[in-house]
DNA sequence: CGTTAATTTGAGACCATTCAATTTCGGTGG
DNA sequence: CCACCGAAATTGAATGGTCTCAAATTAACG
């Protein structure tokens, strides 16, 4: 029964984009991995750490950041449910940011071992993690576009959708509307905004009634215009379906 | 001889990362490809397009870049001879966004099919073509850092810095002055800045006796200040040697 | 129900933008 | 080789979006 094992939101999240051999899926399921419960705010993966296995994360949310000299910090992305956080320190070998735990969350670890030699024998599976961590970079594409030559109200409006969209897709929220563990000050930290600005940017929004966000929930009250305030097209998460 | 052959730079590209057999050296030098010289300014690739093959980089520059509906446009990434400009939409099968040379440049055009080959039959070159797309996802990762966190001064000397720590690795400049191809308009496509205030942050980067440029050539006159200046830790890059 | 975290508000300062004009530079034709 | 041209770089002044700092209010939680 994949519906219940633990691996088989990974197995229905690379059926969307390769296209697995029943064989290829029992493999999956049959990865070892050991299930991990990470606090609220706690490290997953710690920068200049050397990679020994992988996190999938299974429930709760995470995000990954890097912290400059000035003592700002900069999130490069949020992690939902059925992802991967560290695919891609898997296989560089040492990772170059951290990982942190948005919420109560939990993940299943893979030894990063076990992932090498299924891909490495099924050339469907190596397919769908290569996909995966191009995906990610298409996203930090975006995320760099975003930050750099969009004003604050169409920049957060941006990750706004691009959060309920990816939601949506692993079935989390419905009609617009989605669970949502951020803060302030980490939805500021992911679009290069100081904590204030995003309020009165967030104030905005609500006033103009396109969403929507209060305890822990976020809804998208018209669609149509949300998009075209934030000026999205969700070409760039690849998620044909 | 592969050192005058048109793929011998990306055996020693990928040689850094990953260690090769003879075999899957000649493998390399064996891809079948097409040399095609761009004029400057020239599309690449266009956003949108589907891919049937990948354009490896033998002289000149380029950049990815994508447009933003209010006319805007951000810069994505910058490349450099012996880098593939487009590999990641080899395999996604539809580009996401454009590429355009920066001058006039030359390139080697190899059919998606034959890297796909290669990557199936030889574990080697597919690690070496995933790491490569890594490493983009990791300097797309710092960029982010760059325009969301950095003040203009500190952006931009960042950029210069990554920019000649690649040309030095491939060979191209010595005493950190390498030929730079980027207009300030460009430059500040890049930081997400306008023209005019790049043109000043590069004045004051000048002023301080940091850098020297001028007519196609950059010179980081003082190393260690402009590598405190630009926060600058070369990690990202993942380029041990 | 107290205590801390998160959100909200206000006012002033500042970094970067905008707009427009000027100067320099690289390339081209006479 | 010089005159010319358009592109790129530079300058100035005014505007504005975002930040900073600090305080007040509200929400979350044990």
Redesign the interface.
């Known amino acids: 029964m994949n519906e219940q094992h633990p691996l088989g939101p990974l197995v229905r999240r690379w059926s969307r984009h390769s296209s697995l051999t029943p064989s290829d899926r029992d493999a999956i399921i049959a990865l070892p991995h050991v299930r991990k419960t990470f606090a609220k705010d706690a490290y997953m993966v710690r920068e200049g750490q050397r990679t020994h296995e992988c996190s999938l994360l299974l429930r709760g949310f995470a995000y990954?950041q890097?912290l400059?000299?000035?003592g700002?910090?900069?999130i490069?992305s949020i992690h939902i449910p059925t992802e991967f956080v560290d695919l891609?320190n898997g296989?560089?070998g040492v990772a170059?940011?951290s990982v942190q735990s948005l919420d109560r969350c939990e993940a299943a670890i893979i030894p990063r071992d076990a992932l090498l030699e299924i891909a490495?024998r099924r050339?469907a599976l190596?397919?769908a993690m290569?996909?995966d961590?191009?995906?990610?970079?298409?996203i930090?594409?975006?995320?760099?576009?975003n930050?750099?030559?969009?004003d604050a109200r169409t920049r957060v409006a941006h990750l706004l959708c691009e959060l309920v969209v990816r939601l949506e897709k692993i079935g989390m929220g419905r009609d617009g509307m989605v669970d949502f563990p951020l803060t302030q000050e980490q939805l500021a930290d992911c679009?290069?905004l100081t904590a204030v600005h995003t309020n009165r940017t967030l104030q905005s929004l609500r006033k103009d009634g396109l969403i929507q966000l209060n305890a822990r929930s976020l809804t998208v009250l018209d669609w149509e215009r949300m998009r075209e305030v934030a000026?999205f097209d969700e070409?760039?998460l690849?998620q044909e379906i």
Chains 1, 2 share one sequence.
């Open positions: 990954r890097k400059l000299s000035n700002s910090r900069q490069i891609q296989i560089l170059d940011h490495a050339p190596r397919m290569w996909i961590t191009l995906i990610d970079a298409s930090f594409r975006e995320w760099v576009v930050v750099g030559r969009r679009t290069g000026d070409l760039y690849h």
